[in-house]
């Protein structure tokens, strides 16, 4: 353990692989030149589905990087959108020159469930089949099953991402794994930046990725609380925390801060209140010891949920005025764990180029401008009622 | 002990467990103290054929037959595991007199499950749908049920069981296998710590007694596949041990800031000292054999509590009966407690109660304090044929009467997550 408590984090790399970019960078000039990386499914993959457009990585065959570390059988597009993410961020804050101890660098992440794939059973069920087409339970279990690989369970339990990207880049600290939605990857961003705050470790990656959009996710997404107007996304989304005066010494900017955080969940039926959201946000800004005059822009939730998108603006009308409200999801999709960690790197790219969206929340593409961004409040919320605030600024 | 900083002290006021050995704590620590063994024949599903058959399943009467009533209208999407958990955080809340407690915005609830499992006939569905090509054909199949998405999800446990408590602070789901209980414990603590909330219920539920959830560890060769007879089958630290047995239960706590709880008037029942967590950053399906993950997080638990590990009374062993843990948490043990090692008890309740997953460190937590307020140790049952590998004091075959104050509880999840708690009775003044 470090000595005293290291003061406040802050944020020393980032990484994104989007529906627009293999990287943070490749994303951002995609998103400032307006283009949007949702696409229209063919039928009739999708038919019926109500979600007939997604925003998938393009060419996800070529983020799977057999490199050390990693065991590919077991690593789902989820791993490596992980495992990129964090190796970009890993990367940009020059960890691997910073002679930090493993045990002093922490891992946390939202990570959205990873489904059963059908084809994996495939061979059992075939092997198993009796003569009227149904599963005979005699031959399954006396060779039908062996069919199944070893480590068919592994690649459903969404931690093990996180232990094959804690594998790849030699990390043994402090560390937790939330699921599955928005909430789970802000809380992830929290805890990691907690985690240097408080001296348990030296630098901590945080953040989330999204599982990967096979026709059943899309079939399920239906049920899932999620509007029929809602696109689903594939990301993965991670930042760099160290402290403050542990960058400065390593000569590393630091390129934000995340100043306040809050989180609740609605516990009646429906989606949550206005005055839920509207405390949550307002806590958040306490925290930053600054009033709602001083933000620059909200990244609203706004997942296309028509009532749910509706209470969000009226909470942010109430206590932010007119605060322009902008949402990425119109271009990246709703990336499940991963989204308000998508929104907070680009927040980290706003503050720092010092471009701002001024297009209408909803608009497809969205069109920036030069201004000085100081400080930008990111919403998230489940389907489930949790509801989430996080506060960025720019470094120290 | 004084931390010599400002976090809040975070104490425990309330407890609750269903087991195979019982249906609440008092019953499931009576039984264990016997040394019991909650292990039988597989009666989920027709397990004969399969290399193992044991498991641990908590009988369906146990779970009570009405639905809380903030889930009345919501049934299909309540899994076996919200059942579960459903009971134990009765109990917790009742000890703890939780309907007492006004300001529901500062209670959070935080949950390690994995979530329900498919059932075989989803599968069906999902590979006629796979081989039609198209997501409408599954939609018009009428036995393809879509609410098992509910089922399945972790967040939908953790969400349900806010509402039904009324807990509207911070709520979330853990996923990090079997140390998932364990660092929602773990995390609750650290959210009351910072200040994010004055209360937390916490814990972990887990049913896997399905075909399917059963299957995937089966081809992992983690369950034992040799054993003379159920009640024998989970052999932690024993020569003979082959792989754990599957089991399923729920253990909830209620911590919270010390001076929120004495305010209130709300009985001590012990204290969450300290908290650490590890990863191996190994192979994904091994075990560092020096166990040196593990030894990471208790050392860290131990820092964070301000200990010593000369202050350390019992080990309660994450104890699988695999014989990579097995052997690997022997060695951590000793790495982090040198020549003290061999005089600590040390001692594995999946002897008798098998792995509950996400649940076994609450469940374990919960007994191990439950035995720090009786003066009682749990005994590691089965361990017959000693290994000479595993050569701690690990309290064989019987419990034994003992004062003890405080205690390290570790959890181990696949992949290489470790965590492990530090707990203690209350001190005087409480």
Known sequence: MGEGRPGPAVITGIGLTSALGRSAAETWQSLTAGRSGIERLPMPATEGTSMPRVARVPAPERLRDPGRGVQTRIAGLHTWLLVRACTEAWNQADLPGAGLSARRIGLFAGLSPVECRPEDLLGAAKASLGSCGQIDYERFFREGYRQIHPLWLLFMLSNIALCQAAARLGIQGDNAVFSPHSDAGARALWEGMQSVAEGRSDAALAGGASAELWPTALVRARYAGLSPRSVLGEAGAFMMFESGTGAYRRGVPALARITGFAQACETEDGPPAVATIQRVMEEALERTGCGPAEVDLVIGHLDGSAEEDRREQAAVKQLLGGAPVWGSKTALGHTQAASVVVDAVLSVLMLTGGLMPVSEAGTPSAVFRRAAVRRILINGRSPQGQVVTLVMERGA | ?430
Request: charged share 20%; with cysteine.
């Open chain 2, 1 to 430: 002990m004084d931390r010599g900083d400002s976090r809040r002290r975070v104490v425990v006021t309330g407890y609750g467990v269903i087991t195979p050995l019982g249906a609440d704590t008092e019953t499931t620590f009576a039984r264990t103290s016997r040394g019991e063994s909650g292990v039988g024949p597989i009666t989920a599903f027709d397990a004969a054929g399969l290399p193992c058959a044991v498991a641990g399943e908590v009988p369906d009467d146990w779970l009570g037959t009405s639905q809380p009533s903030p889930l009345r209208h919501l049934e299909p999407m309540v899994s076996r595991g919200v059942r579960l958990a459903w009971q134990a955080a009765q109990q917790a809340a009742r000890q703890a007199h939780l309907e007492r407690v006004s300001c529901r915005h500062r209670i959070g609830f935080f949950l390690g499950t994995f979530g329900e499992n498919q059932a075989w006939a989803q599968i069906q569905s999902l590979h006629r749908m796979m081989r039609a090509g198209a997501a409408k054909s599954l939609l018009d199949a009428r036995d393809y049920d879509c609410m098992h998405f509910f089922r399945r999800k972790p967040d939908v446990a953790a969400a349900l069981m806010a509402r039904i408590c009324d807990c509207q602070g911070p709520v979330h789901a853990f996923g990090s296998a079997c140390a998932a209980g364990a660092q929602a414990v773990g995390e609750a603590y650290r959210a009351i710590q910072a200040g994010k909330a004055d209360l937390m219920m916490a814990g972990g539920c887990e049913a896997p007694i399905t075909l399917v959830g059963f299957l995937g560890f089966l081809l992992l060769r983690a369950l034992v596949e040799r054993y003379e007879n159920p009640q024998r089958a989970s052999r932690p630290f024993d020569r003979k041990r082959n792989g754990f047995v599957l089991s399923e239960g729920a253990g909830i706590l209620i911590l919270e800031a010390r001076e929120h709880a004495l305010a209130r008037g709300a009985r001590v029942l012990g204290e969450v000292l300290g908290y650490g967590t590890s990863l191996d950053a190994f192979r994904i399906t091994d075990v560092p054999a020096h166990g040196q993950g593990a030894a990471l997080a208790m050392r860290a638990a131990l820092e964070d509590a301000g200990l010593s590990p000369g202050e350390v009374d019992y080990i309660n062993a994450h104890g699988t009966a695999t014989v990579q843990n097995d052997l690997a948490e022997t060695r951590a043990i000793k790495a982090v407690f040198g020549h003290m090692a061999r005089q600590i008890p040390v001692s594995s309740h999946k002897s008798m109660l098998g792995h509950t997953v996400a649940a076994a460190g609450p469940i374990e937590m919960i007994l191990t304090l439950e035995g720090m307020r009786q003066g009682l140790i749990l005994p590691t049952i089965n361990l017959s044929s000693p290994d000479p590998a595993c050569d701690l004091w690990y309290v064989p075959n019987e419990a034994i009467q003992r004062a003890h104050s405080r205690a390290l509880t570790n959890s181990f999840g696949f992949g290489g997550h470790n965590a492990c708690l530090c707990i203690g009775l209350p001190r005087e003044e409480e």
